[in-house]
């Protein structure tokens, strides 16, 4: 499934279900509860005392889900390993939003002058 197309999907969904997202995915449960174990993504709610049928998915956290998934399998990475890479993948992007909004102000003045 393309990158495209999962942003289709979820756009089109408010929250998904650890079994939707096993189905629609081709995930496998035990890689999505070690995921919310470590503390990759979320379950809406208390997932810790939810049954874990009853945990629902933001559309963030499906994205972020693929995106750990892509990392274990593409580059072998374990949990801890995934966690600090996508915690740098977010750093990444909020420095380029930040740059782009400085970049836009600095334009902004510089046709102001």
């Given at each position: 499934?393309?990158?495209?197309?999962?942003?289709?999907?979820?756009?089109?969904?408010?929250?998904?279900?650890?079994?939707?997202?096993?189905?629609?995915?081709?995930?496998?449960?035990?890689?999505i509860v070690a995921c919310v174990?470590?503390?990759?993504?979320e379950a809406g709610g208390l997932?810790?005392?939810?049954?874990?049928?009853?945990?629902r998915f933001s559309a963030a956290?499906?994205?972020?889900?693929?995106?750990?998934?892509?990392?274990?399998?593409?580059?072998?990475?374990?949990?801890?390993?995934?966690?600090?890479?996508?915690?740098?993948?977010?750093?990444?992007?909020?420095?380029?939003?930040?740059?782009?909004?400085?970049?836009?102000?600095?334009?902004?003045?510089?046709?102001?002058?």
């Amino acid at each position: 499934m393309t990158s495209n197309e999962i942003h289709e999907l979820v756009e089109g969904m408010q929250e998904w279900s650890l079994l939707e997202l096993c189905q629609r995915h081709l995930l496998d449960a035990d890689f999505i509860v070690a995921c919310v174990e470590s503390g990759i993504i979320e379950a809406g709610g208390l997932a810790a005392t939810m049954p874990q049928a009853e945990w629902r998915f933001s559309a963030a956290a499906v994205l972020r889900i693929e995106k750990a998934r892509r990392l274990q399998r593409d580059l072998e990475l374990g949990l801890g390993e995934m966690v600090l890479v996508l915690d740098l993948l977010d750093e990444v992007e909020s420095l380029r939003a930040e740059v782009s909004s400085l970049r836009k102000r600095l334009q902004h003045w510089e046709h102001s002058s």
